[in-house]
């Protein structure tokens, strides 16, 4: 009779195992889905931070002191002070999107242009 209630429980031991490891092995890749998703939630918020600083320092100058032609400027990887990954650019269009606005649009760029962070802002007269 033992001989026989071993042999029935085997496959549900082996079944209940492998349930356990793949539930184990989930874990642990959402562990990692985790890690990277914040990460990346770092950076979002880093470069909008950057864009922001930008278009409060353009908004700052009013509408007078900015170039009356479209103008485009860069700030490249390793060029702003503490923060190295990150790539900077500013675009202002003139009479954009009537006459008398300007249009300052500023983009963020990381792991090698890879991902971007845009915002804008319209300066009126």
Known sequence: MWNNTLGFL????????????????????????????????????????????????????RYHKLTPAQTTSHEEYNTMTDFPMFRRQTVVEAHTPDIGMKTVTVTVLWDGNANAVRMSLIVAE
């Open 10 to 61: 085997r496959p549900k031991l082996a079944s209940v195992l492998a349930v356990c490891m793949i539930g184990m092995m989930g874990g642990t890749a959402a562990t990692g889905v985790v890690r990277d998703t914040e990460g990346f939630s770092q950076h979002v918020i880093t470069a909008t931070t950057l864009a922001t600083e930008k278009l409060e320092s353009i908004k700052a100058l």
